[in-house]
C-alpha cells in the first residue's frame, strides 16, 4: 500500500484496484456496499478517488491479508483474489455454501474458495441457546442414524451436507454459519438488529 499525496488529500493504493482510494464517511442512507465482502458499509472506509467509479472497501477489508493458512484447508494457502478466478464471475464459497462475486480466498490447486468474511470466522462461539461451546466444523457431523437430514438448532432449517457448521458434538447439535454468528452478535449488541 503506497501512500500518496494528492491535491492535498491522503490517498492510499490497493492492490485490487487501479485507482487510488481515500477515506470517506458513508450516511447510512446511502446504501453503499463493500466491493470486497458484499455487506453495506455503516462504518468509515475508503472509496474510489474517480466519482463514477463505485469502488468501496471497508478498513477492515481493506487490511485483510493477501495470503492466508487456516485449518480448514491445511495443504495449500489460499489466495486474496479481488474477483472470482472462473469465467462466469461467481465462486461458490466453500464454507457456507452460498455463491459470491466479491473477493475471495482462493486455492487454484484444488478450486477451493471462501468468502473473506468465512476464512475469518472464530473456531468457535458461545451462544445463550447452548450450554456448551460450538466448535466451527468444517467436516459434516455423522447424521444420527433415525434423521434424515440435520437441522439448524437455531433457525430450524436444513443445513447443507458439503457446508461447514458451528457444531456441538456432546449433543449433536448445530447451526449455520450465518445463523449462529448473527446470534452472537445480537447477544453482544442486544440493541443492533443485524438482518
Known amino acids: 500500500m503506497d501512500i500518496i499525496m494528492e491535491k492535498e488529500r491522503q490517498t492510499v493504493r490497493h492492490f485490487s484496484h487501479r485507482h487510488a482510494l481515500q477515506p470517506c464517511q458513508v450516511k447510512e442512507e446511502d446504501l453503499i456496499f463493500c466491493s470486497c465482502c458484499e455487506v453495506e458499509i455503516t ?30 484447508h491445511p495443504r495449500h494457502p489460499l489466495t486474496l483474489l479481488p474477483s472470482s478466478p472462473y469465467q462466469n464471475g461467481e465462486f461458490f464459497c466453500n464454507g457456507c455454501g452460498d455463491f459470491g462475486s466479491g473477493f475471495t480466498y482462493h486455492c487454484s490447486v484444488c478450486q477451493f474458495d471462501l468468502h473473506v468474511g468465512c476464512a475469518s470466522c472464530p473456531e468457535s462461539l458461545k451462544l445463550e441457546q447452548h450450554q456448551h461451546p460450538l466448535m466451527l466444523n468444517t467436516v459434516f457431523p455423522s447424521k444420527k442414524e433415525n434423521c434424515a437430514i440435520f437441522l439448524c438448532g437455531l433457525c430450524n432449517r436444513s443445513v447443507e451436507e458439503n457446508c461447514w457448521i458451528y457444531y456441538c458434538q456432546a449433543c449433536d447439535y448445530g447451526t449455520h454459519l450465518d445463523c449462529a454468528i448473527r446470534e452472537e452478535d445480537q447477544e453482544d449488541n442486544p440493541e443492533e438488529i443485524v438482518f
Open 43 to 72: 462504518v468509515p472506509a475508503y472509496e474510489c478517488t474517480k466519482p463514477k467509479c463505485g469502488f468501496h472497501l471497508h478498513q477492515l477489508c481493506f487490511e485483510l491479508p493477501k495470503q492466508v493458512r487456516l485449518e480448514s
